[in-house]
């Protein structure tokens, strides 16, 4: 009688970003700030809109600097809304520990 619920386009697809830790005060989340220019409707002068997410980071694998792709996800608290899903590239002054995130 009961069907086997099957993952749907919907729930495998979600939305990602990639973007900037801006801060990792909070304890499993980080900041992250998402960038984007666009041009004016009217004048074409490129616009840069900057956006912040919260971020849940269970691991705190992210640091201050790094780039990082965040996925959207169930509400886990007031802000977040997204997870961590990988670094994408370490801050430039992190060089020791680039091998270390690799092995994540």
Known sequence: MTE???PTADRTSRRTMVGTVVSTK???TI???IERMYPHPKYGKYIRE???YHAHAE???AK???TVEIMTTRP???LKRW???SVVSAAIDRGAEVQDIAKI
């Open 83 to 85: 997870r961590l899903v």
């Open 59 to 61: 691991n705190g694998a």
């Open 50 to 52: 900057r956006k912040r």
């Open 26 to 28: 909070m304890d499993k």
């Open 31 to 33: 900041v992250v700030q």
């Open 64 to 66: 201050v600097g790094d």
């Open 76 to 78: 886990m608290s007031k």
């Open 4 to 6: 086997e619920l099957k």
